[in-house]
């Protein structure tokens, strides 16, 4: 006769596998409350105490840490040396583990968990037993998945035993799954001891999907999900309608509501390829859209729209009129929702923008070799810090307006400038090689209609003045920039020749 053994936190479908198991002739061993479900069921099991001779101890702690159990599995049936020491000892072979593990990750989940909550459901038995198992897999079959019992089933159905192959396969689930069990617990009790720069970074994703292709279509590509993600994510949003997000679809997503975090005013930005090409605000969405639009009605064309307010009929029916990839807002109107779906392929969006202001986690970039983590830019930014150092003094209006243009460049790829009225962008210019090629590429798509309250904001300092003087002599009125530069006394000495107002903000908003 087999011997199996089952010993599960989450009991799905264990009564109908443990049957299977017992029709194919296998004895079980189980403990706690597996064993209960089993023999409530009318499944007879051996308990392990039975089999290991010694009791469970210190409250559970230590219950299947025995060579009774682990000489079981770990014992090779195609070594003589093996087969006669088991057989001499009298260690019975165990041929199939069923196990999954304490439920860590949902406990630390939980707000009010505590530190003793969550290391009482670290697992040390069951990873144990499922990496012993897996380790001798040409010899023991091993499950840690639930969705798994039906193939094992069948192939006992079939060919009266598990394929050496599924086995193997089986063995690497359960590495990857222990692997990603210890990753939680170690970037949780690493959070906690306040290590921010441990000398190894253990992180783990579960597959969310498999994509179409990637960036290109001749590159395949694969959605992973953080196994504790945030609230505000991308990966949160639970889509309406519409086909399915592509690789850049949700790139530029992840974009969007990035800069949409920075606002709390009725406002709509419009992306495109990483870069926004519009932000509008308004006493409404549908005033805040208008200006979104206006910003850039040409780009806005196959972009991403997140808006931060419930999306009504009025503003439905003006994004409707225009080929969009993506709008993401906490909510439609039945009215908006009916009318925006009437476009088969586009895709509806749902975030709540209740947390958008948790504490986000680090991003990583992957490098050839390596990776790159930092915390994400969400400095608060205030304009009481900033020092304004030419002889013109700003508004009070203008520095209003100088940090509506502070938080657009901020997401805005470098080298960055970006020239916005009171609600609006007007013009960005993103993502060249040099300074001035941007600033000309800002003032260019203004198409020059600016007026009294138009600023411009550098995402890093002028290494001379000539943007400063561009942006004077196209009637620039008002500039915020980090400062910083050795020159920065020509670029200070240009804005008082042209009368404009600057601020040195002190901080640089690179994004590569």
Known sequence: MKRALMSVSDKTGLVSFAQKLIEKNFEIVSTGGT?????????????????????????????????????????????????????????????????????????????????????????????????????????????????????????????????????????????????AYDAL??????????????????????LEDSMRYGENSHQKAWFYKDALPKEYAITNAKQLHGKKLSYNNIKDADAAIRIAREFSEPTVV???????????????????????????????????????RKVDLATAKKMHALFLEIIIAPAYTDEAFEILAKKKNIRLLQLDFVNKDEQPRKETVSVMGGLLVQEQDVLEEDPETWTVVTEKQPTAQQLKTLLFAWKAVKHTKSNAIVVTNDDQTLGIGAGQPNRIDSTKI???????NLDETAVLASDAFFPMDDCVEYAAEHGIKAIVQPGGSIRDKDSIAMANKYGITMVITGIRHFRH
């Open 35 to 179: 064993k209960k479900v089993l023999e409530d069921a009318g499944i007879e099991t051996i308990s392990v105490e039975d089999v290991t001779g010694f009791p469970e101890i210190l409250d559970g702690r230590v219950k299947t840490l025995n060579p009774f159990i682990h000489g079981g599995l770990l014992g090779r049936r195609d070594l003589p040396e093996h087969v006669k020491t088991m057989e001499k000892l009298h260690i019975q072979p165990i041929d199939l583990v069923c196990v999954n593990l304490y439920p860590f990750k949902e406990t630390i989940e939980k707000p009010d968990v505590t530190l003793a909550d969550a290391i009482e459901n670290i697992d040390i038995g069951g990873p144990s037993m499922l990496r012993s198992a897996a380790k001798n897999y040409h010899d023991v079959t091993v499950v840690v998945d639930s969705a798994d019992y039906q193939v094992i089933a069948n192939e006992l159905d079939e060919f009266g035993d598990t394929k050496l192959e599924t086995r193997a396969k089986f063995a690497a689930k359960v590495f990857r799954h222990t692997a």
């Open 185 to 206: 617990i170690a970037s949780y009790l690493t959070e906690k001891a306040g290590i921010v720069a441990p000398e190894k970074l253990t992180l783990t994703y579960d």
């Open 270 to 308: 419009a992306l495109k390829h990483m870069n926004p090409c519009g932000i509008g605000k308004g006493n409404t969405i549908e005033e805040a859209w208008d200006r979104a639009y206006a910003a850039d009605s040409i780009s806005i064309f196959g972009g991403v729209i997140v808006l931060n």
């Open 442 to 448: 800002a003032i260019k798509n203004t198409g020059n």
